[in-house]
């Protein structure tokens, strides 16, 4: 069965800063997609970037971007000029593919210290 | 756009009560999700409809049922609520017509206490 994991908690970034939440996931699949959602406080769940693993590039969005490393099932999402916006819970996820069910890591909560 | 609404937002019932959560989306989205999330442990897969007329279990089913109304609609019902049922549940849809490729669209959540 595929799975996600999301090995930090908790983590904390001082304004302006970058930072770096790691994913690992374990999947048989030879494509499959990858999210990160943000999660602020008011609950709601919020798409912040994706990547196709058949694509060698990875996806940028804005301050946000993407470290896939395939061969190592890693997929981290850098945070470059963080502001305090991005306090919220992050979550990483991947769909197996061919199927409808969306697999979510536990999440890591960071803060931005003014 | 309102994209998915799930009602209510909050809700407070008593051990062994039973209620609905309601859960509409104006996306024609095919696919569709009801994900609980507790401390520590993310989200986690209820139950799903896969298309309109299908349902079927997720990773933690027991306790819930699910009725996929029609593709608009998809709502959870908690036949005798127990307190292991508090948490925050989120209703969600995807619509990508590959499987899998879609990102999934969620509802702002219904905070559920048992007590």
């Given at each position: 069965?595929?799975?996600?994991?999301?090995?930090?908690?908790?983590?904390?970034?001082?304004?302006?800063?970058?930072?770096?939440?790691?994913?690992?996931?374990?999947?048989?699949?030879?494509?499959?997609?990858?999210?990160?959602?943000?999660?602020?406080?008011?609950?709601?769940?919020?798409?912040?970037?994706?990547?196709?693993?058949?694509?060698?590039?990875?996806?940028?969005?804005?301050?946000?971007?993407?470290?896939?490393?395939?061969?190592?099932?890693?997929?981290?999402?850098?945070?470059?000029?963080?502001?305090?916006?991005?306090?919220?819970?992050?979550?990483?996820?991947?769909?197996?593919?061919?199927?409808?069910?969306?697999?979510?890591?536990?999440?890591?909560?960071?803060?931005?210290?003014? | 756009?309102?994209?998915?609404?799930?009602?209510?937002?909050?809700?407070?019932?008593?051990?062994?009560?039973?209620?609905?959560?309601?859960?509409?989306?104006?996306?024609?989205?095919?696919?569709?999700?009801?994900?609980?999330?507790?401390?520590?442990?993310?989200?986690?897969?209820?139950?799903?409809?896969?298309?309109?007329?299908?349902?079927?279990?997720?990773?933690?089913?027991?306790?819930?049922?699910?009725?996929?109304?029609?593709?608009?609609?998809?709502?959870?019902?908690?036949?005798?609520?127990?307190?292991?049922?508090?948490?925050?549940?989120?209703?969600?849809?995807?619509?990508?017509?590959?499987?899998?490729?879609?990102?999934?669209?969620?509802?702002?959540?219904?905070r559920l206490t048992v007590v």
């Open positions: 069965a595929q799975t996600v994991t999301q090995s930090q908690p908790e983590m904390s970034v001082q304004e302006a800063e970058t930072v770096t939440l790691s994913c690992t996931y374990d999947t048989s699949e030879s494509n499959y997609y990858l999210f990160w959602y943000k999660q602020p406080p008011s609950r709601q769940m919020i798409l912040v970037i994706r990547q196709e693993a058949y694509k060698q590039q990875n996806a940028t969005e804005n301050r946000f971007s993407v470290n896939f490393q395939k061969a190592a099932k890693s997929f981290s999402l850098k945070i470059s000029d963080s502001q305090l916006g991005d306090t919220a819970m992050y979550f990483c996820a991947s769909p197996p593919s061919g199927t409808y069910k969306y697999i979510f890591g536990t999440g890591t909560r960071l803060k931005v210290l003014a | 756009n309102a994209g998915v609404t799930q009602t209510p937002k909050f809700q407070v019932l008593k051990t062994g009560q039973s209620m609905t959560l309601q859960c509409a989306q104006d996306m024609n989205h095919n696919s569709m999700y009801w994900y609980r999330q507790d401390p520590g442990m993310g989200l986690r897969l209820i139950y799903y409809s896969a298309s309109e007329g299908t349902t079927d279990k997720g990773e933690v089913p027991n306790g819930y049922n699910v009725s996929r109304l029609n593709k608009r609609e998809f709502s959870l019902r908690l036949e005798s609520a127990a307190p292991s049922q508090t948490s925050v549940y989120f209703c969600a849809s995807s619509g990508h017509r590959d499987r899998g490729r879609g990102e999934a669209f969620f509802g702002q959540g219904t």
